[in-house]
């Protein structure tokens, strides 16, 4: 690949194509092993490439099981982060969100409240895991992909929200998703209180008052669907539409071609 015969790379182009699943493990290490950054980028496609109609049919096979529960949306999540990175190792991150709620359940189960126990837990995630919100790099994929969250610790409202859903399950904590348009929302909910938190900002509760006009500045009359539980499915679409315009805003079309197939196989298998 790294020849500068035109006739040489044209020949390695050839039996490239001829690749098929068995050579990724192969071509994984080589793409570990090599510095040039243009040669890894091309490598990484060329996996993706490889890999796109098996993932693909392992995507529809998910859709077809149903998303029903907070499990289910992980590992839909950690499925899209092998759109990413076909070779990824998902378990490692569902270690690490094991991990996490160990670290921090001791504190919480020894809170005096239901409401002692949120505030343990959103301050731990901000200050002692050190999450954040994306500011400088909004659109950029990176902070829609579950993985690259967990890696970075920054992300957007939505992929902070989940990864807090994801801790919180393992506590079993009654933390939900609200899908509110424009800014994802979590809640956490009680027999006696009902509490709005906002992931971006450093899980800030925040008023309905506050939220309606966060709406109606952005030219959307504020519902009470706003402020519904979001369902696991619905949620997963929402991540997959801000992937496709953060591809689309990159001019990335392949990627934005392909996901738009995952997120028609969505609309069409309802669960």
């Given at each position: 690949?790294?020849?500068?015969?035109?006739?040489?790379?044209?020949?390695?182009?050839?039996?490239?194509?001829?690749?098929?699943?068995?050579?990724i493990?192969?071509?994984?290490?080589?793409r570990?092993?090599?510095?040039?950054?243009?040669i890894?980028?091309r490598?990484?496609?060329?996996?993706?490439?490889?890999?796109?109609?098996?993932y693909?049919?392992?995507?529809?096979?998910?859709?077809?099981?149903?998303?029903?529960?907070?499990?289910?949306?992980?590992?839909?999540?950690?499925?899209?982060?092998r759109?990413e990175?076909?070779?990824?190792?998902?378990?490692?991150?569902?270690?690490?969100?094991?991990?996490m709620?160990?670290?921090?359940?001791?504190?919480?189960?020894?809170?005096?409240?239901?409401?002692?126990?949120?505030?343990?837990?959103?301050?731990?995630?901000?200050?002692?895991?050190?999450?954040?919100?994306?500011?400088n790099?909004?659109?950029?994929?990176?902070n829609?992909?579950?993985?690259?969250?967990?890696?970075?610790?920054?992300?957007?409202?939505?992929s902070?929200?989940?990864?807090?859903?994801?801790?919180?399950?393992?506590?079993?904590?009654p933390?939900?998703?609200?899908?509110?348009?424009?800014h994802?929302?979590?809640?956490?909910?009680?027999?006696?209180?009902s509490i709005?938190?906002?992931?971006?900002?450093?899980?800030?509760i925040?008023?309905?008052?506050?939220c309606a006009?966060?709406?109606?500045?952005?030219g959307?009359?504020?519902?009470?669907?706003?402020?519904?539980k979001?369902?696991?499915?619905?949620?997963?679409?929402?991540?997959?539409?801000?992937?496709?315009?953060?591809?689309?805003?990159?001019?990335?079309?392949?990627?934005?071609?392909?996901?738009?197939?995952?997120?028609?196989?969505m609309?069409?298998?309802?669960?």
């Amino acid at each position: 690949m790294e020849d500068p015969d035109e006739f040489v790379q044209q020949k390695v182009q050839e039996r490239l194509a001829e690749l098929d699943d068995n050579s990724i493990p192969i071509l994984d290490e080589i793409r570990e092993e090599i510095n040039d950054v243009s040669i890894r980028s091309r490598l990484t496609q060329l996996i993706h490439h490889i890999t796109y109609p098996s993932y693909e049919q392992e995507f529809i096979e998910y859709l077809e099981k149903g998303i029903h529960s907070v499990p289910d949306l992980e590992k839909g999540q950690l499925l899209l982060s092998r759109f990413e990175n076909p070779t990824l190792r998902t378990d490692l991150y569902q270690r690490q969100l094991d991990k996490m709620a160990a670290r921090v359940e001791p504190a919480i189960r020894t809170a005096l409240s239901s409401r002692e126990q949120m505030e343990i837990f959103t301050a731990y995630f901000f200050e002692k895991e050190y999450f954040k919100g994306a500011r400088n790099d909004y659109s950029h994929p990176d902070n829609s992909y579950l993985h690259k969250v967990l890696q970075r610790r920054r992300g957007i409202p939505i992929s902070l929200s989940m990864v807090m859903m994801f801790v919180a399950f393992r506590l079993e904590l009654p933390l939900s998703g609200i899908n509110m348009p424009k800014h994802f929302l979590l809640k956490y909910e009680t027999d006696n209180e009902s509490i709005l938190l906002d992931p971006f900002n450093y899980g800030r509760i925040v008023s309905m008052d506050q939220c309606a006009y966060f709406l109606r500045s952005n030219g959307i009359t504020p519902d009470p669907s706003h402020f519904e539980k979001a369902g696991e499915r619905d949620i997963l679409v929402r991540t997959i539409r801000n992937l496709i315009s953060s591809f689309e805003e990159r001019g990335e079309e392949q990627n934005v071609t392909e996901l738009k197939r995952l997120l028609g196989y969505m609309m069409q298998i309802h669960s």
